[in-house]
């Protein structure tokens, strides 16, 4: 059964709790990934349709100023939400909003170049909930896998880690 895109928060938090997982308080990567997965299944309503691009999720990393510039993590689900005041205007654009977990990692020579990798993404994902999903999550892991400073912050412990849903860009 669908969710409406405000709830996308609560719902995260909820699946990331079934897994022992506190939002706020991260400490096991691999978890918080199986649990963004599971959360990735879950299809969601008021949002623009899947050939539409209206439901995409991405993995960032890279040093940011509202952190710190503490080494981060980020799990993030892109909704072009499609609940506007002018629905029957024919130039409506949707509203896009992220549901992030951010992952914040203190400094570790491992990924003191963390910088350098030259991308901080894995770009954005659109496929459908089902078996698409989960191939294209299975690519952005051996992605990520395939450059050893991620991998190393995957295997670390998060100092602190952050749960939002925010409108984008």
């Known amino acids: 059964m669908p969710i409406p895109w405000r709830s996308s ?8 709790r ?6 706020d308080s991260v400490r096991d990567v691999e978890a918080a990934w199986d649990a963004f997965g599971e959360f ?3 299809e969601v309503e008021g949002i623009e349709r899947p050939e539409n691009d209206g439901d995409g999720f991405i993995v960032e990393w890279g ?14 689900r892109l909704l072009a939400v499609n609940e506007t005041d002018d629905g029957d205007d024919p130039d409506r654009q949707p509203e896009y909003w992220k549901v992030e ?3 914040i990692f203190g400094e570790e020579p491992a990924w003191v170049d963390l910088d350098s990798l030259g ?7 659109y496929e459908e909930t089902g ?28 100092t602190r880690s952050h749960l939002t849903l925010e409108r984008a860009g």
């Open 40 to 42: 990735l299944q879950i």
């Open 9 to 16: 928060l609560d719902v995260f938090a909820r699946v990331l």
């Open 131 to 158: 078996a698409p999903r989960i191939a294209a999550l299975g690519e952005m892991r051996q992605f990520i896998e395939s450059y050893p400073q991620l991998a190393a912050m995957w295997r670390a412990e998060p």
């Open 101 to 103: 977990l951010q992952l």
């Open 119 to 125: 991308h901080q993404d894995t770009g954005f994902g």
């Open 18 to 23: 079934q897994r022992a997982v506190e939002p």
């Open 63 to 76: 040093r940011w100023a509202w952190n710190d510039d503490q080494p981060a993590l980020c799990f993030g």
